[in-house]
């Protein structure tokens, strides 16, 4: 401390800390210590003991930590959370072992630890814990403390959670990263206008922790709203791949290993949302050309590559990661997508049902019972629409006797224009026909 009091008005910040550091840890050896150092990333994956260090030593209450960093996790909440500050010094102790965190920042580019001040994280570089404890209880530390500090942080982020939406963001053709909004859609399985029977059986398999599900059927019928149900049940957040903004399979790594457990991976309209070529063309491309299998695939994600990142990403147990599949037409998919195994769950989404519609007069008119019932649901039996339509009708009046009306002249519309469009296509096909000498070479 005197010799820091003296240099301070002649040495240049940078060096102070530089000098600082290296004080430290000289002393540090003297002291027959062990230093853990934990830093945030892995390779490209996120280190889920540093995340955890963050949560656990901002729910601890020490009076030696003098100085802490507040942040507010969104701009709606109104808590904030505290953590240490650089260079703060907190102490824990478990089963009688004295512990030491300390938070420490290096510099970018220079590879030396260095104090905050009054600058952002961005701007000062990465940020790593040192753990220091007594050398002969690092058996301890490794093997009891660290899970320890893992499943703290998990209950703690359990009752803490807000479900969060993650969205990729790709950088010209770089890394694409995440970004996120609080996930607040009201869905759960006992709002959706589904069979029971279907209900109970992903219910099932969730319980089961089934990990791939593929949603099919008409745009509207329910497959986002079935998603975050999912979520909503889970307590899962949610990450939506946009595959057409991606130029690479190494950019599509980069961003499934920033994914984190306890999520759902979702790719929506996987039939029209990328071309993912089959990998039959992918090899005869290959050979024509003389060159080896995926060579020229560098500028765009492939299906192969597709596939062989997600069977490694989620084949690895107890990772509590699903993903969901989206499509509106089943028939279009490489059946390398629909195999055994990586599916668990191929879901049906139909159109409005009778049940449906009660469920839906229910959520939006409060209503279980109305003498128009009956005429509403014969109709919706062979009108085709989608729970999504049914409710949007629903909507339009709060008056359940209006509503319900509206809704019976709806469906009776709907059901004439969709005999008039079914009329003019099939004379259109009689037209084509006779134009074909007959039919003989006509191929529907």
Same mark, same amino acid.
């Given at each position: 401390?005197?010799?820091?009091?003296?240099?301070?008005?002649?040495?240049?910040?940078?060096?102070?800390?530089?000098?600082?550091?290296?004080?430290?840890?000289?002393?540090?050896?003297?002291?027959?210590?062990?230093?853990?150092?934990?830093?945030?990333?892995?390779?490209?994956?996120?280190?889920?003991?540093?995340?955890?260090?963050?949560?656990?030593?901002?729910?601890?209450?020490?009076?030696?930590?003098?100085?802490?960093?507040?942040?507010?996790?969104?701009?709606?909440?109104?808590?904030?959370?505290?953590?240490?500050?650089?260079? =703060?010094?907190?102490?824990?102790?478990?089963?009688?072992?004295?512990?030491?965190?300390?938070?420490?920042?290096?510099?970018?580019?220079?590879?030396?630890?260095?104090?905050?001040?009054?600058?952002?994280?961005?701007?000062?570089?990465? =940020?790593?814990?040192?753990?220091?404890?007594?050398?002969?209880?690092?058996?301890?530390?490794?093997?009891?403390?660290?899970?320890?500090?893992?499943?703290?942080?998990?209950?703690?982020?359990?009752?803490?959670?807000?479900?969060?939406?993650?969205?990729?963001?790709? $950088?010209?053709?770089?890394?694409?990263?995440?970004?996120?909004?609080?996930?607040?859609?009201?869905?759960?399985?006992?709002?959706?206008?589904?069979?029971?029977?279907?209900?109970?059986?992903?219910?099932?398999?969730?319980?089961?922790?089934?990990?791939?599900?593929?949603?099919?059927?008409?745009?509207?019928?329910?497959?986002?709203?079935?998603?975050?149900?999912?979520?909503?049940?889970?307590?899962?957040?949610?990450?939506?791949?946009?595959?057409?903004?991606?130029?690479?399979?190494?950019?599509?790594?980069?961003?499934?290993?920033?994914?984190?457990?306890?999520? $759902?991976?979702?790719?929506?309209?996987?039939?029209?949302?990328?071309?993912?070529?089959?990998?039959?063309?992918?090899? =005869?491309?290959?050979?024509?050309?003389?060159?080896?299998?995926?060579?020229?695939?560098?500028?765009?994600?492939?299906?192969?590559?597709?596939?062989?990142?997600?069977?490694?990403?989620?084949?690895?147990?107890?990772?509590?990661?699903?993903?969901?599949?989206?499509?509106?037409?089943?028939?279009?998919?490489?059946?390398?997508?629909?195999?055994?195994?990586?599916?668990?769950?191929?879901?049906?989404?139909?159109?409005?049902?009778?049940?449906?519609?009660?469920?839906?007069?229910?959520?939006?008119?409060?209503?279980?019972?109305?003498?128009?019932?009956? =005429?509403?649901?014969?109709?919706?039996?062979?009108?085709?629409?989608?729970?999504?339509?049914?409710?949007?009708?629903?909507?339009?009046?709060?008056?359940?006797?209006?509503?319900?009306?509206?809704? $019976?002249?709806?469906?009776?519309?709907?059901?004439?224009?969709?005999?008039?469009?079914?009329?003019?296509?099939?004379?259109?096909?009689?037209?084509? $026909?006779?134009?074909?000498?007959?039919?003989?070479?006509?191929?529907?």
């Amino acid at each position: 401390m005197v010799v820091r009091s003296v240099v301070r008005p002649f040495v240049p910040r940078e060096f102070q800390d530089f000098l600082s550091s290296g004080i430290r840890s000289f002393l540090l050896r003297l002291r027959n210590e062990m230093t853990m150092v934990i830093e945030p990333y892995d390779g490209y994956a996120q280190n889920e003991l540093f995340e955890a260090a963050q949560v656990f030593l901002a729910a601890k209450q020490s009076v030696s930590v003098r100085r802490v960093r507040v942040t507010k996790s969104t701009k709606e909440s109104h808590s904030t959370l505290a953590i240490i500050d650089r260079n =703060q010094m907190l102490a824990d102790t478990f089963h009688g072992v004295k512990l030491k965190w300390v938070l420490v920042s290096r510099q970018a580019g220079s590879g030396n630890p260095v104090h905050q001040g009054r600058k952002s994280a961005a701007e000062h570089g990465e =940020q790593y814990f040192e753990l220091t404890f007594d050398k002969k209880h690092m058996e301890i530390v490794d093997k009891s403390y660290l899970p320890f500090v893992m499943d703290e942080a998990k209950s703690i982020k359990r009752e803490k959670k807000t479900l969060k939406l993650y969205t990729s963001k790709c $950088i010209g053709l770089g890394p694409g990263t995440w970004s996120s909004v609080n996930l607040d859609h009201p869905a759960t399985f006992q709002t959706l206008a589904m069979d029971l029977e279907l209900k109970k059986k992903i219910l099932d398999d969730l319980d089961r922790f089934k990990r791939g599900y593929l949603l099919y059927g008409p745009p509207g019928t329910g497959k986002s709203s079935l998603v975050a149900a999912m979520a909503n049940y889970l307590n899962f957040d949610i990450y939506d791949l946009e595959l057409s903004g991606l130029h690479s399979n190494e950019e599509l790594r980069r961003l499934l290993v920033a994914t984190k457990d306890q999520s $759902i991976l979702v790719v929506e309209d996987i039939d029209c949302t990328i071309q993912l070529q089959d990998r039959k063309l992918e090899t =005869q491309a290959a050979y024509m050309n003389r060159m080896p299998m995926g060579y020229q695939q560098k500028d765009r994600v492939t299906l192969s590559g597709f596939l062989n990142f997600i069977d490694g990403l989620w084949s690895s147990c107890g990772n509590e990661r699903i993903i969901v599949f989206t499509t509106n037409h089943i028939e279009k998919l490489d059946p390398a997508l629909l195999r055994p195994g990586r599916m668990d769950l191929h879901v049906p989404m139909s159109y409005c049902t009778s049940f449906g519609f009660k469920l839906l007069a229910s959520n939006y008119l409060g209503i279980d019972h109305h003498e128009l019932f009956d =005429q509403i649901e014969s109709a919706i039996t062979t009108a085709r629409v989608t729970p999504a339509e049914v409710a949007e009708q629903l909507m339009g009046c709060d008056e359940p006797e209006v509503a319900l009306r509206d809704m $019976i002249l709806f469906l009776v519309n709907h059901k004439r224009k969709e005999n008039e469009e079914v009329i003019e296509e099939k004379a259109g096909q009689s037209q084509l $026909i006779e134009a074909n000498g007959g039919g003989e070479e006509f191929e529907e």
